[in-house]
């Protein structure tokens, strides 16, 4: 992957490291080759992979169906699609974000 995201289609692949039961939900930078994101949902019955989810179409200004795990379900470092996300969004993120 190039950089933590790449672009399939008109999807976006997102690699991200998640750290759940934080205090907030936040951006917290770059980890390695991927996005460091804090999340306050608990790592159990799939209730993370769902808010993690939830955050970054909320995030991209897409529909929650549209986003979702694409590997690493069960682990900390995932990588989620994210269908119909813009260019132009994920360029103001990146700045917000700092990464």
Same mark, same amino acid.
């Not at 490291?17 to 799939?46: C, M, N």
């Not at 694409?70 to 917000?96: I, P, Q, V």
């Given at each position: 992957m190039h950089d933590f995201y790449t672009w399939d289609g008109d999807d976006l692949l997102l690699k991200v490291r998640?750290?759940?039961?934080?205090?907030?939900? $936040?951006? #917290?930078g770059? /980890?390695?080759?991927?996005?460091?994101?804090?999340i306050? +949902?608990?790592?159990? $019955?799939?209730? +993370?992979? #769902? /808010?993690? #989810?939830?955050?970054? +179409?909320? $995030?991209l200004g897409i529909p929650k169906p549209n986003a979702g795990?694409?590997?690493g379900a069960k682990?900390?470092?995932?990588?989620l699609r994210l269908a119909g996300a813009s260019r132009e969004a994920l360029s103001g993120l990146r700045e917000r974000w700092g990464v």
């Amino acid at each position: 992957m190039h950089d933590f995201y790449t672009w399939d289609g008109d999807d976006l692949l997102l690699k991200v490291r998640v750290q759940p039961r934080a205090h907030r939900d $936040e951006i #917290a930078g770059r /980890h390695g080759d991927s996005l460091k994101i804090r999340i306050t +949902a608990p790592p159990t $019955e799939g209730k +993370a992979n #769902a /808010h993690l #989810a939830a955050l970054l +179409a909320k $995030e991209l200004g897409i529909p929650k169906p549209n986003a979702g795990i694409e590997k690493g379900a069960k682990g900390r470092l995932k990588t989620l699609r994210l269908a119909g996300a813009s260019r132009e969004a994920l360029s103001g993120l990146r700045e917000r974000w700092g990464v």
